[in-house]
Protein backbone atom coordinates (compact mmCIF):
# COMPACT_ATOMS: atom_id res chain seq x y z
CA UNK A 1 0.00 0.00 0.00
CA UNK A 2 1.33 3.57 -1.17
CA UNK A 3 2.29 5.71 1.79
CA UNK A 4 -0.09 8.97 0.95
CA UNK A 5 -2.96 6.09 0.06
CA UNK A 6 -2.36 4.71 3.83
CA UNK A 7 -2.62 8.18 5.15
CA UNK A 8 -5.57 8.90 3.47
CA UNK A 9 -7.60 5.47 4.50
CA UNK A 10 -6.80 6.55 8.05
CA UNK A 11 -8.48 9.96 7.81
CA UNK A 12 -11.17 7.87 6.08
CA UNK A 13 -11.66 5.24 9.25
CA UNK A 14 -12.56 8.60 11.59
CA UNK A 15 -14.56 9.83 8.38
CA UNK A 16 -17.02 12.00 11.18
CA UNK A 17 -14.44 13.47 12.90
CA UNK A 18 -12.03 14.24 9.99
CA UNK A 19 -15.58 15.86 8.33
CA UNK A 20 -16.16 17.82 11.21
CA UNK A 21 -12.46 19.35 11.57
CA UNK A 22 -12.44 20.14 7.57
CA UNK A 23 -16.14 22.15 7.40
CA UNK A 24 -14.67 23.94 11.00
CA UNK A 25 -11.29 24.53 8.71
CA UNK A 26 -12.99 25.57 5.65
CA UNK A 27 -15.88 27.92 7.66
CA UNK A 28 -12.48 29.81 9.22
CA UNK A 29 -10.80 29.92 5.82
CA UNK A 30 -13.80 31.37 4.01
CA UNK A 31 -13.96 33.86 6.54
CA UNK A 32 -10.70 35.06 5.86
CA UNK A 33 -10.83 34.95 2.42
CA UNK A 34 -13.76 36.87 2.06
CA UNK A 35 -12.43 39.37 4.63
CA UNK A 36 -9.03 39.63 2.47
CA UNK A 37 -10.79 39.75 -1.03
CA UNK A 38 -12.72 42.77 0.32
CA UNK A 39 -10.03 44.58 1.26
CA UNK A 40 -7.90 43.92 -1.86
CA UNK A 41 -11.10 44.99 -4.10
CA UNK A 42 -11.42 47.91 -2.43
CA UNK A 43 -7.87 49.16 -2.54
CA UNK A 44 -7.48 47.96 -5.77
CA UNK A 45 -11.05 49.78 -7.22
CA UNK A 46 -9.78 52.80 -4.97
CA UNK A 47 -6.52 52.91 -6.73
CA UNK A 48 -8.34 52.54 -9.85
CA UNK A 49 -10.33 56.04 -9.48
CA UNK A 50 -7.16 57.97 -8.90
CA UNK A 51 -3.85 56.03 -10.45
CA UNK A 52 -5.81 54.81 -13.17
CA UNK A 53 -6.87 57.70 -14.69
CA UNK A 54 -3.47 59.21 -14.62
CA UNK A 55 -4.36 61.62 -11.25
CA UNK A 56 -1.10 62.37 -9.82
CA UNK A 57 -2.59 64.37 -6.53
CA UNK A 58 -5.95 64.87 -4.64
CA UNK A 59 -6.41 68.04 -2.90
CA UNK A 60 -9.33 67.58 -0.63
CA UNK A 61 -10.54 70.12 2.66
CA UNK A 62 -7.30 69.71 5.29
CA UNK A 63 -8.64 67.25 8.50
CA UNK A 64 -11.65 65.73 6.45
CA UNK A 65 -11.02 61.78 6.73
CA UNK A 66 -12.34 61.13 3.01
CA UNK A 67 -13.70 62.90 0.26
CA UNK A 68 -17.19 62.62 1.31
CA UNK A 69 -17.02 65.15 4.17
CA UNK A 70 -14.71 67.96 1.96
CA UNK A 71 -16.29 71.08 1.09
CA UNK A 72 -14.00 73.61 -1.11
CA UNK A 73 -15.25 76.30 -3.51
CA UNK A 74 -15.60 75.32 -6.80
CA UNK A 75 -12.84 78.55 -7.69
CA UNK A 76 -9.93 76.95 -6.21
CA UNK A 77 -9.70 74.52 -9.63
CA UNK A 78 -9.18 77.84 -11.65
CA UNK A 79 -6.45 78.80 -8.93
CA UNK A 80 -5.00 75.28 -8.98
CA UNK A 81 -5.19 75.69 -12.96
CA UNK A 82 -2.47 78.74 -12.96
CA UNK A 83 0.19 76.65 -10.92
CA UNK A 84 3.26 76.01 -12.50
CA UNK A 85 3.57 72.51 -13.46
CA UNK A 86 0.35 71.13 -13.39
CA UNK A 87 -1.41 70.19 -16.61
CA UNK A 88 -4.79 69.36 -16.19
CA UNK A 89 -7.35 69.77 -12.95
CA UNK A 90 -10.61 68.43 -12.42
CA UNK A 91 -13.29 69.39 -9.85
CA UNK A 92 -15.55 66.58 -8.54
CA UNK A 93 -18.57 66.64 -6.04
CA UNK A 94 -19.46 63.11 -4.51
CA UNK A 95 -22.31 62.48 -2.63
CA UNK A 96 -24.71 59.73 -2.15
CA UNK A 97 -28.44 58.42 -3.10
CA UNK A 98 -30.67 56.03 -2.18
CA UNK A 99 -33.48 53.68 -4.71
CA UNK A 100 -35.99 52.40 -2.45
CA UNK A 101 -37.67 51.14 -5.51
CA UNK A 102 -34.94 48.78 -6.19
CA UNK A 103 -33.98 48.24 -2.51
CA UNK A 104 -30.49 50.44 -3.42
CA UNK A 105 -29.84 52.13 0.34
CA UNK A 106 -26.80 53.89 -1.14
CA UNK A 107 -25.04 54.74 -4.16
CA UNK A 108 -22.52 56.80 -5.10
CA UNK A 109 -23.49 59.56 -7.18
CA UNK A 110 -20.45 62.15 -9.12
CA UNK A 111 -20.76 65.66 -10.21
CA UNK A 112 -18.29 65.96 -13.47
CA UNK A 113 -18.18 68.24 -16.03
CA UNK A 114 -18.39 67.59 -18.99
CA UNK A 115 -14.67 66.89 -20.36
CA UNK A 116 -13.66 66.21 -16.88
CA UNK A 117 -10.37 64.13 -17.31
CA UNK A 118 -12.20 61.87 -14.43
CA UNK A 119 -14.10 60.41 -17.42
CA UNK A 120 -10.83 58.08 -18.15
CA UNK A 121 -11.58 54.64 -17.97
CA UNK A 122 -15.08 54.48 -18.58
CA UNK A 123 -16.49 53.92 -21.74
CA UNK A 124 -20.08 54.29 -23.02
CA UNK A 125 -22.23 50.35 -23.68
CA UNK A 126 -25.08 52.71 -25.06
CA UNK A 127 -25.98 55.99 -25.55
CA UNK A 128 -24.44 59.27 -25.08
CA UNK A 129 -22.70 61.62 -23.08
CA UNK A 130 -23.93 65.04 -21.88
CA UNK A 131 -23.20 67.74 -23.28
CA UNK A 132 -22.07 71.59 -21.22
CA UNK A 133 -25.14 73.31 -20.35
CA UNK A 134 -27.28 70.15 -19.95
CA UNK A 135 -29.67 69.71 -16.69
CA UNK A 136 -31.12 66.87 -15.44
CA UNK A 137 -29.71 64.17 -17.24
CA UNK A 138 -27.59 61.08 -16.23
CA UNK A 139 -25.23 58.33 -16.91
CA UNK A 140 -25.80 54.82 -14.63
CA UNK A 141 -22.92 52.47 -14.09
CA UNK A 142 -23.16 48.83 -16.03
CA UNK A 143 -23.77 47.44 -12.48
CA UNK A 144 -26.38 50.07 -11.36
CA UNK A 145 -28.60 50.24 -14.62
CA UNK A 146 -28.28 45.94 -14.23
CA UNK A 147 -29.71 46.95 -10.54
CA UNK A 148 -32.21 49.35 -11.66
CA UNK A 149 -33.60 47.66 -14.41
CA UNK A 150 -32.82 50.84 -16.51
CA UNK A 151 -31.21 51.69 -20.09
CA UNK A 152 -30.35 55.12 -22.54
CA UNK A 153 -33.65 56.88 -22.56
CA UNK A 154 -35.44 55.65 -19.49
CA UNK A 155 -36.87 58.16 -16.76
CA UNK A 156 -34.90 58.23 -13.58
CA UNK A 157 -36.40 59.80 -10.14
CA UNK A 158 -32.92 61.02 -8.17
CA UNK A 159 -33.27 62.35 -4.70
CA UNK A 160 -36.84 62.96 -5.52
CA UNK A 161 -36.40 64.91 -9.16
CA UNK A 162 -36.94 63.22 -12.47
CA UNK A 163 -34.01 62.63 -14.65
CA UNK A 164 -33.27 61.15 -17.88
CA UNK A 165 -31.24 58.11 -18.45
CA UNK A 166 -28.75 59.18 -21.23
CA UNK A 167 -26.02 56.40 -21.10
CA UNK A 168 -24.90 53.34 -19.42
CA UNK A 169 -20.95 52.96 -18.90
CA UNK A 170 -18.59 50.86 -17.94
CA UNK A 171 -15.73 51.70 -15.94
CA UNK A 172 -12.44 50.05 -14.93
CA UNK A 173 -13.51 50.60 -11.51
CA UNK A 174 -16.02 48.80 -9.54
CA UNK A 175 -17.36 51.58 -7.37
CA UNK A 176 -17.43 53.53 -11.17
CA UNK A 177 -19.98 50.87 -12.08
CA UNK A 178 -21.83 50.76 -9.56
CA UNK A 179 -22.30 54.80 -9.64
CA UNK A 180 -24.02 57.44 -11.87
CA UNK A 181 -22.72 60.41 -12.73
CA UNK A 182 -24.68 63.35 -13.41
CA UNK A 183 -23.24 67.33 -14.69
CA UNK A 184 -21.39 69.25 -11.64
CA UNK A 185 -24.05 72.19 -11.62
CA UNK A 186 -27.20 69.49 -11.52
CA UNK A 187 -25.90 67.44 -8.66
CA UNK A 188 -24.56 70.81 -6.84
CA UNK A 189 -28.27 72.13 -7.51
CA UNK A 190 -29.92 69.03 -5.83
CA UNK A 191 -27.80 68.84 -3.30
CA UNK A 192 -27.92 72.56 -2.31
CA UNK A 193 -24.18 73.12 -2.70
CA UNK A 194 -24.20 75.39 -5.58
CA UNK A 195 -20.21 76.32 -5.91
CA UNK A 196 -18.88 73.85 -3.32
CA UNK A 197 -17.14 70.89 -4.74
CA UNK A 198 -15.76 67.72 -2.57
CA UNK A 199 -12.65 67.53 -4.36
CA UNK A 200 -10.36 68.89 -6.92
CA UNK A 201 -8.08 66.10 -8.82
CA UNK A 202 -4.47 67.32 -10.48
CA UNK A 203 -2.99 66.17 -13.56
CA UNK A 204 0.81 66.86 -13.34
CA UNK A 205 3.06 67.76 -16.37
CA UNK A 206 5.82 65.80 -15.07
CA UNK A 207 5.32 62.28 -13.36
CA UNK A 208 8.88 62.66 -11.50
CA UNK A 209 8.15 62.30 -7.49
CA UNK A 210 10.26 65.36 -6.97
CA UNK A 211 8.30 67.52 -8.96
CA UNK A 212 4.91 66.25 -8.02
CA UNK A 213 6.23 66.81 -4.35
CA UNK A 214 7.07 70.24 -5.05
CA UNK A 215 3.43 70.71 -6.72
CA UNK A 216 1.96 69.45 -3.19
CA UNK A 217 4.01 71.93 -1.67
CA UNK A 218 3.01 74.49 -4.20
CA UNK A 219 -0.70 74.27 -4.09
CA UNK A 220 -0.71 73.87 -0.03
CA UNK A 221 1.34 76.78 0.20
CA UNK A 222 -0.76 79.27 -2.29
CA UNK A 223 -4.24 77.83 -0.76
CA UNK A 224 -4.70 78.06 3.17
CA UNK A 225 -6.76 75.38 4.18
CA UNK A 226 -6.48 72.47 1.79
CA UNK A 227 -4.76 68.92 2.10
CA UNK A 228 -2.85 67.63 -2.01
CA UNK A 229 -1.88 64.41 -1.14
CA UNK A 230 -0.91 62.19 -4.17
CA UNK A 231 -3.13 59.86 -5.25
CA UNK A 232 -1.61 56.40 -3.83
CA UNK A 233 -0.86 57.86 -0.56
CA UNK A 234 -4.51 59.24 -0.39
CA UNK A 235 -5.76 55.90 -1.12
CA UNK A 236 -3.41 53.64 1.45
CA UNK A 237 -4.40 56.65 4.14
CA UNK A 238 -8.22 56.37 3.66
CA UNK A 239 -10.01 55.87 6.66
CA UNK A 240 -12.61 53.05 5.36
CA UNK A 241 -9.55 50.92 3.89
CA UNK A 242 -7.43 50.82 6.86
CA UNK A 243 -10.32 50.08 8.72
CA UNK A 244 -11.42 47.04 6.35
CA UNK A 245 -7.60 45.68 6.40
CA UNK A 246 -7.62 46.07 10.02
CA UNK A 247 -10.59 43.81 10.26
CA UNK A 248 -9.18 41.32 7.79
CA UNK A 249 -5.77 41.07 9.50
CA UNK A 250 -7.70 40.57 12.95
CA UNK A 251 -10.04 37.91 11.62
CA UNK A 252 -6.86 36.13 9.98
CA UNK A 253 -4.91 36.01 13.20
CA UNK A 254 -8.15 34.80 15.27
CA UNK A 255 -8.84 32.33 12.65
CA UNK A 256 -5.33 30.60 12.47
CA UNK A 257 -5.35 30.37 16.48
CA UNK A 258 -8.90 28.44 16.79
CA UNK A 259 -7.87 26.67 13.33
CA UNK A 260 -4.74 25.31 14.64
CA UNK A 261 -6.61 24.55 18.17
CA UNK A 262 -9.31 22.45 16.11
CA UNK A 263 -6.38 20.47 14.04
CA UNK A 264 -4.13 19.88 17.32
CA UNK A 265 -7.31 18.27 19.28
CA UNK A 266 -8.41 16.12 16.35
CA UNK A 267 -4.74 14.79 15.72
CA UNK A 268 -3.70 14.34 19.31
CA UNK A 269 -6.78 12.58 20.02
CA UNK A 270 -5.88 10.19 16.83
CA UNK A 271 -2.80 9.71 17.95
CA UNK A 272 -4.16 8.76 21.74
CA UNK A 273 -6.91 6.40 20.13
CA UNK A 274 -3.72 4.82 17.88
CA UNK A 275 -1.44 4.32 19.81
CA UNK A 276 -1.55 0.28 19.98
CA UNK A 277 -1.27 0.40 16.38
CA UNK A 278 2.06 2.82 16.37
CA UNK A 279 3.09 0.32 18.72
CA UNK A 280 2.89 -2.49 15.80
CA UNK A 281 4.21 0.00 13.41
CA UNK A 282 7.39 0.74 15.10
CA UNK A 283 8.08 -2.83 16.37
CA UNK A 284 7.53 -3.93 12.99
CA UNK A 285 10.52 -1.75 12.17
CA UNK A 286 9.15 1.80 11.28
CA UNK A 287 11.46 4.47 12.11
CA UNK A 288 10.26 7.61 14.20
CA UNK A 289 10.42 9.82 11.17
CA UNK A 290 8.45 7.84 9.40
CA UNK A 291 5.60 7.53 11.95
CA UNK A 292 6.22 11.53 12.13
CA UNK A 293 5.72 11.85 8.45
CA UNK A 294 2.07 9.88 8.92
CA UNK A 295 1.15 11.83 11.37
CA UNK A 296 2.19 15.13 10.48
CA UNK A 297 0.94 13.82 6.30
CA UNK A 298 -2.87 13.38 7.46
CA UNK A 299 -2.66 16.32 9.15
CA UNK A 300 -1.49 18.07 6.09
CA UNK A 301 -4.11 16.37 3.86
CA UNK A 302 -6.84 17.33 6.22
CA UNK A 303 -5.50 21.16 6.07
CA UNK A 304 -5.58 20.94 2.34
CA UNK A 305 -9.11 19.63 2.28
CA UNK A 306 -10.30 22.31 4.32
CA UNK A 307 -8.58 24.98 2.39
CA UNK A 308 -10.18 24.05 -0.64
CA UNK A 309 -13.34 23.31 1.05
CA UNK A 310 -12.80 26.88 2.40
CA UNK A 311 -12.00 28.49 -0.98
CA UNK A 312 -15.46 27.53 -3.19
CA UNK A 313 -17.13 28.31 0.13
CA UNK A 314 -15.85 31.67 0.05
CA UNK A 315 -16.72 32.54 -3.98
CA UNK A 316 -19.91 31.64 -2.75
CA UNK A 317 -20.32 33.97 0.17
CA UNK A 318 -19.16 36.82 -1.93
CA UNK A 319 -21.89 35.45 -4.48
CA UNK A 320 -24.25 36.03 -2.02
CA UNK A 321 -23.19 38.65 -0.23
CA UNK A 322 -23.67 40.57 -3.91
CA UNK A 323 -27.84 39.83 -2.94
CA UNK A 324 -27.70 42.15 0.00
CA UNK A 325 -28.78 45.43 -1.67
CA UNK A 326 -26.36 47.72 0.43
CA UNK A 327 -23.53 45.57 -1.27
CA UNK A 328 -24.58 45.98 -4.81
CA UNK A 329 -21.91 48.24 -6.67
CA UNK A 330 -19.80 48.40 -3.94
CA UNK A 331 -18.26 44.98 -3.35
CA UNK A 332 -16.33 43.43 -6.33
CA UNK A 333 -17.68 39.30 -5.96
CA UNK A 334 -14.37 38.52 -7.85
CA UNK A 335 -11.36 36.90 -5.74
CA UNK A 336 -8.37 37.40 -6.79
CA UNK A 337 -5.64 34.16 -7.84
CA UNK A 338 -3.34 35.75 -4.85
CA UNK A 339 -6.64 35.82 -2.29
CA UNK A 340 -7.27 32.00 -3.10
CA UNK A 341 -3.26 31.47 -2.68
CA UNK A 342 -3.15 32.67 0.88
CA UNK A 343 -6.18 30.33 1.79
CA UNK A 344 -4.17 27.18 0.00
CA UNK A 345 -1.29 28.45 2.53
CA UNK A 346 -2.91 29.34 5.01
CA UNK A 347 -4.40 25.42 4.90
CA UNK A 348 -0.90 24.57 4.85
CA UNK A 349 -0.05 26.63 8.14
CA UNK A 350 -3.21 24.99 10.19
CA UNK A 351 -2.11 21.92 9.22
CA UNK A 352 1.41 22.32 10.37
CA UNK A 353 0.94 24.27 13.74
CA UNK A 354 -1.98 21.68 14.48
CA UNK A 355 -0.29 18.52 13.61
CA UNK A 356 3.39 19.08 14.68
CA UNK A 357 2.86 18.13 18.07
CA UNK A 358 0.70 14.99 17.80
CA UNK A 359 3.45 13.65 15.04
CA UNK A 360 6.42 14.48 17.60
CA UNK A 361 4.49 12.76 20.47
CA UNK A 362 3.34 9.48 17.97
CA UNK A 363 7.54 9.40 16.74
CA UNK A 364 8.87 9.74 20.61
CA UNK A 365 6.12 7.04 21.44
CA UNK A 366 8.26 3.84 23.16
CA UNK A 367 7.16 0.34 21.25
CA UNK A 368 7.02 -1.72 24.13
CA UNK A 369 4.73 0.74 26.09
CA UNK A 370 2.71 1.52 23.14
CA UNK A 371 1.86 -2.33 22.97
CA UNK A 372 0.63 -2.12 26.76
CA UNK A 373 -1.55 0.84 26.10
CA UNK A 374 -5.55 -0.08 26.69
Do not use: C
Not at 144 to 166: H, M, Q, S, T, Y
Not at 212 to 229: N, Q, W, Y
Amino acid sequence: MRFITLMARNLFRRRTRTLLTAVGLALAIATVLDLVGIAWNFERAFLTLFVGKGIDLVVVRAGTSNQLSSALDQGLADRIRSLDGVKEVAASLLDTVGFEQAQIASAIVNGWEPDSLLFRGSHLLEGRSFHPGETNVTLLGRVLALNLGKKAGDPLDVAGEPFRVIGVFESDSAFESGALIMPLATLQKLMGREGQVTGIVVEAKSSEKASIEALRKSIESEIPGVAATPARDYVERDVQIRLVKVMAWATTVLSLVLGAVGMLNTMIMAVFERTREIGVLRALGWRRTRVLRLILGESIILGLVGAALGMVLAILGLRVLMLAPTAQGFVDPRLPAPVLAFGLVMGLALSVLGGLYPALRAASLDPSEALRHE
